[in-house]
């Protein structure tokens, strides 16, 4: 959004005190903290509604709204005939809004409250980059990209650069992820290969984070590879679950280069079984490395990576005077894995591949790790060689692409193939499709909650791989 696009002070609280009786009493009735989040909310519906209304034909330097047939050229033109005229409207993206914050808080419960006074202190009108001299439908239509990054540094007002992380990634029209912590920021966003292109470049000329565009990994997609844009304040940039403020992204393992991370693995496997003081270590999730990994690998059975910490002291042994070296998707996971193992002070060096298998494939797609790279989106993975590595979960031929598990509410990933699927093999196991099918048939005594499948609740929570 546009700073000329933002409601000045007057006109907002004027319109602020024209709401409805119905919205006013509504308010009335929410907690002081609650009635903050609405008013928040409200006032964004508000500006969104406005810069909605922007003439986007106009030359440079001219600024115009379009509503309801008349043109407005000044802000509280266009202000009072919103408020005036679109009233029931601003009220029902407001509630729209409000929802959508609370079921992030109540889904993400790690998710730190937004201190809106915080976020308002600070003009980031200056960090939105101008677009009027793009259309948009070059923002919204062509050719697309998706984006991952992360990025370590102090935070001073986190609550800031996440009020400008949305505001920047709507104007672009982006969709995806991106968590914001005193620590940093981690994001995977997707859009036209014209608003990533643009979004680098804010990213890169933001006087707190000054990123280089090799710092961003792309691959085919867009803005549909995701559902929606959540952007939040966290306590971590990846959750593995240990304070940042212990173990310190700054405590992180060497990190390798592509090209010397490949000669390590190649060593490694030359050296077969005689090696015995290297452990190439996956730092993904298991059903990431099932799909895909680097050849010859120790691929924790975990589910999650806060399990990690929990992994790496019941298999401390198993790292004693060896030399490790780790990788993950983008690298992230590794700089705070990689400082928690060697906070235990048991391995030889540490090492980690810088850019993650991303980096990897961009220079050898026909190199070491071989299968599919699992992505955080609706694409699930991404490929840059042919083969095959996992199978069928239920007839056991080849098989690497992941689906939902069909029973309602069930959040598992299913290795199904084709075949199997046209036999009604679609659930994540057979425990699940029988459930799925008692639940289809008394569908309206269903209680809709999010669950863990037996065949996941079975499996050991932190393995000893000693």
């Known amino acids: 959004m546009a700073a000329d696009d933002t409601p000045c002070s007057e006109f907002m609280d004027w319109e602020l005190d024209t709401s409805t009786s119905n919205e006013l009493k509504q308010e009335k009735q929410l907690s002081a903290s609650q009635r903050r989040y609405y008013s928040f909310c409200r006032r964004k519906s508000f500006a969104a509604f406005v810069a909605s209304k922007r003439d986007g034909s106009q030359e440079e330097g001219g600024t115009s709204w379009c ?77 697309g990209e998706v984006l991952l990054y992360y990025h370590y540094c102090q935070v001073e007002n986190p609550h800031a650069i996440c009020a400008w992380q949305k505001a920047l990634c709507e104007k672009l029209h982006l969709t995806g992820k991106v968590r914001v912590a005193t620590e940093g920021i981690n994001g995977t966003v997707g859009g036209t290969k014209m608003s990533t292109d643009i979004y680098i470049d804010a990213m890169c000329s933001h006087p707190l984070f000054r990123m280089d565009k090799e710092d961003f990994k792309t691959s085919d997609g867009g803005a549909e590879c995701f559902s929606d844009l959540r952007v939040g304040v966290y306590k971590e940039i990846v959750p593995m679950g240990v304070d940042p403020d212990v173990i310190s ?53 975990i589910r999650k990576f806060s399990y990690f910490p929990d992994y790496v002291d019941q298999n401390l042994e198993l790292f004693r005077d060896k030399r490790v070296l780790m ?140």
């Not at 693995?265 to 298991?286: H, M, P, Q, S, Y």
């Open 67 to 143: 509503c309801c047939g008349q043109t407005f050229k000044e802000h509280s033109a266009i202000h009072k005939h919103v408020a005036r005229t679109h009233e029931a409207e601003i009220q029902r993206h407001t509630q729209a809004t409000y929802e959508r914050l609370l079921n992030q808080l109540v889904e993400e419960p790690e998710m730190q409250q937004p201190n809106m006074r915080e976020a308002e202190a600070i003009d980031i009108s200056a960090w939105i980059p101008e677009t009027c001299h793009i259309s948009e439908e070059k923002l919204q239509k062509g050719p």
């Open 249 to 301: 992204y700054q405590l992180a393992g060497v990190h390798l280069e592509p090209e010397e991370f490949h000669k390590e693995v190649e060593a490694l496997l030359a050296k077969g079984d005689l090696c015995n003081d290297t452990i190439l270590l996956d730092c993904r999730n298991f059903y990431e490395s099932k799909i895909g990994q680097f050849t010859c690998c120790l691929a924790p059975n």
């Open 327 to 466: 990788y993950c998707t983008g690298g992230i996971r590794c700089e705070r894995g990689s400082a928690y193992l060697r906070s235990k002070d048991v391995c030889k060096e540490v090492y980690q591949l810088k850019g993650g298998i991303h980096k990897y494939l961009e220079l050898f797609p026909e190199g070491f790790y071989r299968g599919k790279l699992f992505v955080f989106d609706e694409r699930y993975a991404i490929s840059s060689n042919s083969d095959v590595i996992s199978d069928c979960r239920y007839c056991s031929c080849p098989w690497d692409r992941y689906e939902l598990c069909s029973t309602p509410f069930c959040y598992q990933l299913v290795l199904s193939c084709s075949s199997c699927r046209q036999d009604g093999h679609t659930a994540c196991c057979p425990a699940c499709q029988t459930k799925g099918q008692a639940q289809s048939e008394a569908s309206a005594a269903v209680t809709h909650y999010k669950e863990e499948c037996e065949c996941t609740g079975a499996r050991p929570r932190i393995p000893q791989d000693v």
